[in-house]
C-alpha cells in the first residue's frame, strides 16, 4: 500500500460533485438497507418460509437479468447521472408501494415480490450508469481515491442502514418504510445537482452488435472476466444474507434489532477497511490481495455457519466485509482502469450482472439449498464452495492471482521509461 499527505487525501473531498454524489448515493443506500430488514422481516412473519426468503432475491434478480445489456447501452448513449436519478426516483416509487401494502395489513406476499421486480428493473439501469458515472464526475487523478471513498460512504449506509431498520421495527414496519420513502426523496434532490464533466456519448445505432459490445470485451480481457467471474462464483455460494433472519430467529435467538445488528457487520468491516483504502491503496501484490480478500470471505461463512453465539458471528460478519471488500476495490479499479469510457455503461452492465447474480441469485440458491439441506448445512456448503472457488480461479487464471501492479500502473511506469 502507498502513503499520501494529509491535503492528498483529503482534496478529493472538495469535488462539489463527488459530494453530492455520494451524499445522494449514502442516503439511497441507506434507505434501501432499512427497507431489507423490514421486508424479510415481514416475510418470514408472514410465511415463516425459508423459500419465501430466497424468493425477495429472485424477485430483484430476475428483471435484472433480462434488462441489464439495455441498461448498459443506455447508460453509454444518455448522461449517466440523469439515468441515476431517475433510477432513485423509481426506488422512491417502490418504498411509497411498500408503505401501502403494510398500511392493508395484507397476510400475502406477493405484492411484495411484484413491488420488488419493479425495484430490480430500477436497480438494473441504475447498477451500470452508477459505477460508470463516477469517472465522469471526478478528474482522472482523484479517480481511485473517489472509488474508495464511494466504497466507504456505501458501507457506512450499509452499517447504519440494518441497525435503524432492525431499531425502527419495534414501531413498525411502516415507519421503516416511510423513512425510506424521506430518504429517497432527499438522495433525488442530490443527485439532480450534480454535474458532469466528462462523459463520451455512444451514437451507434441500437443492435444486438453495439448490446453485447460490452461482453465481447470482457471475454477479451482475461483480467477482467477473471475478477468479475471471481466474485460471480465465490458470493453465488457464500451468500448467507438471506438466510440472516432465520439464522437470527432459529439459531441465534434474536429478534429484529438483533438481525439488524447482523445484517450491518459485513459493512462495518467494509466500511473500516475501504476508509483504510482510501488513505493506503493497495499499489502492489494485486492479485495475492484480491484471492486473499475472497478466501477471507469464505472462511468467515464457514465459522457462521459453525456457530451459535451471536457474538462470533458478528465477527465472522465483520471480517467477511472486510474480506469482501478488498476484492470489490481490486475489481473496481481493474474494470473501470480496463475500459474506453465510450463503452464503459456496457461494461459495467456485464459487471452488474455477475454482482447482481452473486447477490440476488445468491440469495436465490442459498433459500433452496437451505430448504433442502436445512440452515446450518447450506451455510457451510456456500462457505467451503468459495474457498474452492478461490482455489481454481488463481488456477484458472494465473495472470491475475499472480499480478504484482495495476495494468495501468504498468503502462505509465513504461511510458516513464521510454520518455526518459
Known sequence: ???????????????????????????????????????????YQITGSLFDLGLIGLAQFAPFLVLILWAGHVADRYNRRIIVMLCMAVQLLCSSLLIAFTASGSQVVWPVFAILVVFGSAR?????????????????????????????????????????????YVFGAQTVHMISASLLLLAVLLMSRTRSIQQIINKAPVSWHTLLEGLRFVRSRPIVLGAISLDLFAVLFGGATA??????????????????????APGAGAALCSIALAMFPITRRVGLWMFGGVALFGLCILVLGSTDSFAIALGALFLSGV???????????????????????????????????????????????AGWLGLTRAILLGGA????????????????????????????NARAVNVK
Request: no cysteine; glycine share 8%.
Open 243 to 264: 438466510l440472516l433472519p432465520a439464522y437470527a430467529h432459529d439459531v441465534l435467538q434474536a429478534g429484529p434489532t438483533g438481525l439488524g445488528f447482523l445484517r450491518t
Open 323 to 369: 474480506g469482501d471488500m478488498v476484492s470489490v476495490y481490486i475489481r473496481h479499479l481493474l474494470v473501470q482502469y480496463e475500459t474506453p469510457d465510450e463503452i464503459r455503461g456496457r461494461v459495467s452492465a456485464v459487471n452488474s450482472v455477475f454482482i447482481g447474480a452473486s447477490n440476488e441469485l445468491g440469495e436465490f440458491e442459498s433459500g433452496i439449498t
Open 124 to 168: 438494473a439501469f441504475m447498477m451500470p450508469a452508477s459505477q460508470a458515472v463516477l469517472k465522469n464526475l471526478v478528474p482522472d487523478r482523484e479517480f481511485s481515491q473517489a472509488v474508495a471513498l464511494g466504497s466507504s460512504t456505501m458501507h457506512v449506509s450499509m452499517i447504519l442502514g440494518p441497525i435503524v431498520g432492525g431499531l425502527l
Open 1 to 43: 500500500m502507498s502513503l499520501m499527505s494529509p491535503s492528498g487525501r483529503l482534496g478529493v473531498l472538495r469535488n462539489r460533485n463527488l459530494a453530492f454524489y455520494l451524499s445522494a448515493r449514502f442516503l439511497a443506500t441507506l434507505a434501501v438497507q432499512m427497507q431489507s430488514v423490514a421486508i424479510g422481516w415481514q416475510v
Open 385 to 412: 464452495a468459495t474457498i474452492a472457488v478461490t482455489g481454481i480461479w488463481a488456477w484458472l487464471f494465473p495472470v491475475l492471482s499472480k499480478m504484482d501492479r495495476f495494468p495501468h500502473h504498468e503502462k505509465e
